[in-house]
Structure formats: structure tokens, C-alpha cells
């Protein structure tokens, strides 16, 4: 059983979508939902990282955009049902941190310092900001616990996209919620060249292997508006953990209830033309590496 590639229909686009670096449009589908539909580039492994995510997040039970792998006439890629409910509107990071803090770039994308862990946190944490809607874990206290576990989740697969834009919260009339986490396909190494891939797998040169490659996983959030290079993945976390302990620890006993064979099943499920042999493995060592990292607090 391999994972459905969606068909998006023929002259279907009506809106171009704007935000991000990737081709995209909005559409709506045969049951009146609204779609978004991301093009992959080619040969980038964009789809299958964030097919790959989603499952992930799923096993996590954290709040998610949900994707299908998708197809519209020869440009494959991933869609998506939008998670802003109808008269609602989605307010990226960047606005709510420029509101906020005086003399905040809300242009800059990345290599911002002004983009912290405690900005971010401290925006989060008002008490007037709900979970993600349809998001009922009484075992979460606030918005920022769940924060928490997407941050959780880009040290996990090595997501290095966690801009001020990848983030925000929904506005409706009943009030504010944390957007579910998406856009997650710059991870899992889905970058690298095969050739890559199985020399870093084979090596016996600790600089350039497996090990070494997740270490050095960048997140695009800073630890001060001072430093001078943004955080890792896995300290962007801990650095969350400072300021939400117990969400830390949370997040990390879900984590330890999964077992390395279900991200195993996941990848057996993605068509084989989607991704190489050393794609999964690469991948799936990514997984392995930052599980042991994050469960026995290692760098």
C-alpha cells in the first residue's frame, strides 16, 4: 500500500499564493474545500519531506497541515486543505513580532537576531491565545506547551524553515488560536545528493558523517538579538525547554512512545518513482540520530 497521489483538476487554479519561495495556488476541490497546491522543484525531495512530516506529526499528535502528495498536469508536488476556517485569517509571526517589538525587520527571512526563542515564546504565552483549533489535549496548558512541541519536531527531522513566516495564529470571532505547524519540507536532508547520502552513511570520517551532518542543523531563531549565529535545531528546543519546562518533558515522553519501525512504515508507503533507496536510509538514520539526542540530551 503506497500513500495516493492526488489529481488536481485542470483549470483549477483561482488564487496565487504569495508567501514562500515555492509555486503554489489555492483551489477548490469537489467538496468545497479549499486546497492549496505546492509544486515541488525538481529533484529537490520536497514532496516526500513533507508527505514524511506530516505523517510524523501525526504520530506525535501534534497540530498539523495535512498533505497528500498531489499532481496537476505534469508538475508534481503536495496539497493541501487549508486550516483557517472560513471569515478567519491567518497573522504570520513576522507581523505579530513587529507589532510587538520596536525596530523589528519583519522583512528578513533569515539571519535575523531580532528572531529569538523568548520574542517568540513571550508572543505565544498570552493567556488569550487558545490551542489549535480542534486541538483538545487537556494534558496542555496553553498555546506556548504546544509551541513547544513544534520545536520538538524540527530537531527530530532536522527542519531548518522555522521562520518568523512559518508560524502564526488564526483569527476568528471566538477568539485567537496557534496555528497547526506546517510547511516542513526543508528536512529529513532532502537536499543532499545520493552520491552524498551514501558516502556520509559509509564514511568512517566522524566530520562528515550521519552524526556530524545533524549536529550541525540550523534553526533560523536566535538565542539573543546579540548573537551572532542563530541556534541549532536541538538548542532552539532546549532553549524553549528554559521557559516551558514541563511542556519540554511532555514532549519528550511522546516522543519516546514511538518506535523507530513507524517512521520505517511511513516510508515504505511513498511511492518508490518519489524517492531513492538512499533517500530513505539517509532519512531514516536523520531520525534515528536526533531521537537518541533528544531522549538522552545529547548535542
Not at 535575523?112 to 489535549?137: F, G, H, K, W
Not at 558523517?209 to 549536529?215: D, G, I, L, N, T
Request: glycine share 6%; proline share 4%.
Amino acid at each position: 500500500m503506497v500513500y495516493p497521489i492526488v489529481e488536481v483538476p485542470e483549470g483549477s487554479a483561482n488564487q496565487l499564493e504569495q508567501l514562500g519561495t515555492k509555486s503554489k495556488f489555492w483551489y477548490t476541490d469537489n467538496s468545497d474545500r479549499r486546497m492549496l497546491f505546492k509544486i515541488g522543484r525538481l529533484n529537490a525531495g520536497e514532496n516526500w519531506a513533507e508527505k514524511v512530516a506530516c505523517e510524523i506529526c501525526t504520530l506525535l499528535q501534534l497540530p498539523h497541515a495535512h498533505y497528500e502528495f498531489a499532481k496537476h498536469r505534469n508538475q508534481s508536488g503536495v496539497v493541501s486543505e487549508t486550516f483557517v476556517p472560513k471569515g478567519a485569517r491567518l497573522i504570520l509571526g513576522n507581523e505579530l513580532l513587529g507589532h510587538i517589538y520596536t525596530g523589528y525587520d519583519k522583512k528578513i527571512t533569515y539571519k535575523s537576531s531580532q528572531y529569538t526563542v523568548r520574542r517568540v515564546m513571550a508572543v505565544i504565552e498570552n493567556t488569550d491565545i487558545n490551542l489549535p483549533i480542534n486541538c483538545n489535549r487537556k494534558d496542555l496548558e496553553n498555546a506556548a506547551d504546544v509551541f513547544v512541541g513544534y520545536l520538538m519536531l524540527d530537531a527530530l527531522i532536522s527542519n531548518q524553515d522555522r521562520h518568523h513566516e512559518n508560524w502564526g495564529l488564526i483569527v476568528t470571532e471566538k477568539g485567537l488560536y496557534l496555528a497547526p505547524t506546517y510547511d516542513h519540507a526543508s528536512s529529513l536532508g532532502r537536499n543532499e545528493t545520493d552520491e552524498n547520502r551514501r558516502n556520509r552513511l559509509q564514511t568512517r570520517d566522524i566530520g562528515y558523517s550521519v552524526e556530524s551532518y545533524v549536529k550541525r542543523a540550523k534553526s533560523a531563531l536566535y538565542k539573543s538579538p546579540t548573537s551572532n549565529k542563530p541556534l541549532t535545531t536541538m538548542d532552539a528546543f532546549r532553549e524553549a525547554a528554559k521557559i516551558k519546562p514541563d511542556a519540554y518533558k511532555y514532549w519528550l515522553s511522546v516522543l519516546e512512545k514511538i518506535d523507530l519501525p513507524s517512521y520505517s512504515e511511513i516510508f515504505a508507503q511513498i511511492p518508490e518513482k518519489l524517492i531513492s533507496q538512499f533517500g530513505t536510509q539517509f532519512a531514516l538514520k536523520i531520525l534515528e540520530l536526533n531521537t537518541v539526542r533528544l531522549l538522552e540530551g545529547n548535542n
